[in-house]
């Protein structure tokens, strides 16, 4: 049972665009939602993060909308870059033992 | 200056084998974790463990156990490798409830 979901798997924009990927989740005792990018062969790294009280939070081209009555958050780049090709995560970290809880994954492509 | 470093990075071995991986943390950090990355690069928690409390996730085979010798280093021993058990493993720290920081990574292959 995937208690994340995110969608859509694999996204291509051209440079310049606004990729939004967006995530799902079921379990109310998750307390802390962060967005992690991953490039191929290295670790995820944190990108942003949101907390439930808030419905938006930007730090830099990336901003997070938090629906809390819909269980929904999503992810946009602005003004996407071919550096920002990456794999992209979004979490949901339970309010017992600090453990996440991943999306699947998606898979962006920014062309030149 | 790693935060957070793995070893090895690769590792391959046959089925039935047992096996160790390495991390550890610079940070100061209190708690550390591990990740399984598929094939389909879905993440998964394993393990969650600070020097009071172990937390496991229910899927997780028990050939596999954390040792934490001390605060900074949190291995991963694996027993009777499986087929299925070839992946990339991640570890990660954070300071209580903070950001984890990840490693990174050990791909590990099953023959």
């Known amino acids: 049972q995937q208690q994340v979901k995110q969608s859509p798997q694999s996204l291509i924009v051209q440079k310049g665009g606004i990729p939004i990927i967006n995530c799902a989740y079921e379990n109310t005792a998750f307390d802390y939602f962060p967005w992690y990018q991953q490039f191929p062969g290295k670790g995820p790294a944190l990108l942003i993060a949101?907390?439930?009280?808030?419905s938006e939070k930007k730090e830099g081209r990336f901003t997070i909308s938090f629906n809390k009555s819909a269980k929904q958050f999503s992810l946009h780049i602005m003004d996407s870059q071919p550096g920002d090709s990456a794999t992209y995560f979004c979490a949901a970290r339970h309010n017992a033992g600090n453990m996440l809880t991943f999306g699947g994954g998606t898979r962006l492509m920014v062309k030149p | 200056d790693t935060a957070v470093s793995q070893t090895p990075k690769y590792l391959v071995t046959q089925m039935g084998n047992d096996k160790s991986i390495k991390c550890e943390q610079n940070l100061g950090h209190d708690t550390m974790y591990w990740y399984k990355q598929d094939s389909k690069k879905f993440l998964k928690i394993m393990f969650s463990?600070?020097?009071?409390?172990?937390?496991i996730n229910e899927t997780v085979p028990n050939r596999f156990s954390p040792k934490s010798p001390d605060k900074a280093h949190l291995n991963l021993h694996i027993n009777s490798l499986e087929l299925g058990d070839s992946a990339v493993y991640f570890c990660a720290s954070s300071h209580r409830a903070d950001t984890q920081y990840f490693g990174p990574g050990t791909r590990l292959t099953v023959l």
């Open positions: 949101i907390r439930p009280d808030v």
């Open positions: 463990y600070n020097n009071k409390e172990l937390i």
